[in-house]
């Protein structure tokens, strides 16, 4: 296994740098969360309970059934959806979230919260920018 290099960041007790293997995890939930499909499927996944993978789908709208599949797939093996197959005719699969994945989307779904808070201030901000940056 490859030595991680020190972490850049600090513990915010100790004052001592922070675990490189804890940085390293933080970087990659966040890389991976911060992909739209994987923060829709938590939203969805928190706000409907157990789902099944095609009312998953219609309601995050718009993603591929490819893209819902390897989605889910590395949320099932970042240990945050467990996946249950029903042996029924047609066969019938439900996703919902691990008390892990719960505590991770009440930490990133609050971005909604703060998108609807900032919403007016936001587009201010864009509408001033843009009109500064026209010749």
């Known amino acids: 296994m490859t030595a991680l290099p020190p972490a850049r960041i600090k513990d915010p007790v100790t004052d001592m ?3 490189p293997r804890v940085e390293a995890l933080v970087k990659e939930v966040i890389g991976r969360v911060a992909d739209k499909w994987t923060l829709l499927i938590l939203e969805v ?10 009312q998953v789908g219609r ?14 797939r590395q949320m099932e093996r970042d ?5 249950t197959v029903h042996p029924v005719i047609p066969p019938r699969v439900d996703y919902a979230l691990t008390d ?7 930490a990133f779904c609050g971005v ?13 901000a864009r509408a001033d920018f843009d009109a500064r940056a026209r010749p």
């Open 17 to 19: 740098p922070a675990d």
């Open 45 to 54: 996944l928190e706000e409907h309970g157990p789902t099944r993978f095609t």
């Open 79 to 83: 240990g945050l959806v467990t996946r």
């Open 100 to 106: 892990m994945g719960r505590t991770l989307a009440e």
């Open 112 to 124: 909604w919260g703060w998108a609807e808070a900032n919403l007016e201030k936001i587009e201010a």
């Open 59 to 72: 309601h995050v709208g718009d993603i591929s059934q490819k893209m819902l599949t390897q989605t889910l």
